[in-house]
Each structure stands twice: as C-alpha cells, then as structure tokens.
T-cell receptor, first 114, second 116 residues
C-alpha cells in the first residue's frame, strides 16, 4: 500500500524568505503522480503544483518549485519569496496509475511571519 | 460555475443517529472521492468511485457506506454515528484515471460533522 509522510508538522518562515517542506512516499509503482495542495484557513483545497514521475525535470509554478528525487522517493516543495498569503496547511499527495486512489500525507502547517 | 457541491456544511448528530452527506459535481468527472480530515492526520480516504457504478474502499471505510447514484452524485452514509466519526468531510472529483490520471482533484468546501 502506498503511504505518504510529511515529517514536519509545523514550520515558520519570515516574509520574503525561502522555505522547504518535506514529503516522502512509499510505492512499488514506477509511474505515478505527485501533488502539493494548500489549505488556507478558509478550508478550501487548492492545487499548488504537480509532478509526473516519468518526467525528470522538476516542476515549477511561479514562486513554487519542487525537488523530485525518484530513487529516494522524496518530493519536497520550495516556496521562494514567502508571502503572508502562503500561511496555510500544505499537503503532499500521491496518485498511482494502478488504482485511482489519491493518498494524502498528514500535512505541514506553515506560518509566514511579517 | 459550481464545481463540487457538498451539503450540508455543518451538522450535529447524536450517537446512533444516521446521516447522509451529499456530494454533486458538474464537471462531467468520472472519479469521485470521500475523505475525512482530522488534526494531525491529514486527509484520509474513506471510499472512492473510479466510474459510475463502481465503488472501492479507501484507508478508513469502517462505519461508512457510499452510493454512486449517477455520474454527478456520490453520497456518504453514516448508519449509526459514533463520536469517533466527528470530523470534517471532503468530497472530491477528478476527470478520470488511466490515461487521464495526472488530472488533479477538485474539492468541495467540506462538511463539519460533530457527533455527541
């Protein structure tokens, strides 16, 4: 069974600085997809970035980028130039191609400090 | 432009009562999901439906039943509510899987359920 681990329950960062959130996963599949979702206090789930395992190039979306290490089964999220609006829970998620299940990690609560 | 709609948004039940949470999507998605969110545990998959007419268990299915009524609707039922089922419940949908697996999920706004 696939599992997703986020080892940092809480993190904080100063506004305008850079922070990296960690995610590791366990799977026997070779092709799969990884996602980072953001959940602000409004409770909405917002897709931040996605990565396809067969692509070696790390995904980037504006200030958000990932460091995908397939052999290590690691998928970290880097937020550059942190903004107050980045304060939220961040969830790492795994989607295999054998079954249509999306599995989430326990989340990291990020606080951006002015 | 509704997306995924969950009803109700809030509900308080007594132990032993039954309840059905409703979810509907208007994006013509094939796959639908029910999650529960508890502090420190993230979103845990209860049940999912990869297509109309099929349902499968997720990580925490005990105490729940689901119905994929049609392509649009996927309901979650608590037959005999227990305090351990106090949680926030999210419904999500996705275009499909296999060739369309990389499409992300779209989430509803959640239902906060308290069981006394």
């Amino acid at each position: 069974a696939q599992t997703v681990t986020q080892s940092q329950p809480e993190m904080s960062v100063q506004e305008a600085e850079t922070v990296t959130l960690s995610c590791t996963y366990d799977t026997s599949e070779n092709n799969y997809y990884l996602f980072w979702y953001k959940q602000p206090p409004s409770r909405q789930m917002i897709l931040v970035i996605r990565q396809e395992a067969y692509k070696q190039q790390n995904a980037t979306e504006n200030r958000f980028s990932v460091n995908f290490q397939k052999a290590a089964k690691s998928f970290s999220l880097k937020i550059s130039d942190s903004q107050l609006g980045d304060t939220a829970m961040y969830f790492c998620a795994f989607l295999g191609t054998s079954y249509d299940k999306v599995i989430f990690g326990p989340g990291t609560s990020l606080s951006v400090i002015p | 432009n509704a997306g995924v709609t969950q009803t109700p948004k809030f509900q308080v039940l007594k132990t032993g009562q039954s309840m059905t949470l409703q979810c509907a999507q208007d994006m013509n998605h094939n796959s639908m999901y029910w999650y529960r969110q508890d502090p420190g545990m993230g979103l845990r998959l209860i049940y999912y439906s990869a297509s109309e007419g099929t349902t499968d268990k997720g990580e925490v299915p005990n105490g729940y039943n689901v119905s994929r009524l049609n392509k649009r609707e996927f309901s979650l039922r608590l037959e005999s509510a227990a305090p351990s089922q106090t949680s926030v419940y999210f419904c999500a949908s996705k275009r499909g899987w296999r060739g369309q697996s990389r499409q992300p999920q779209h989430f509803g706004d959640g239902t906060r359920l308290s069981i006394l």
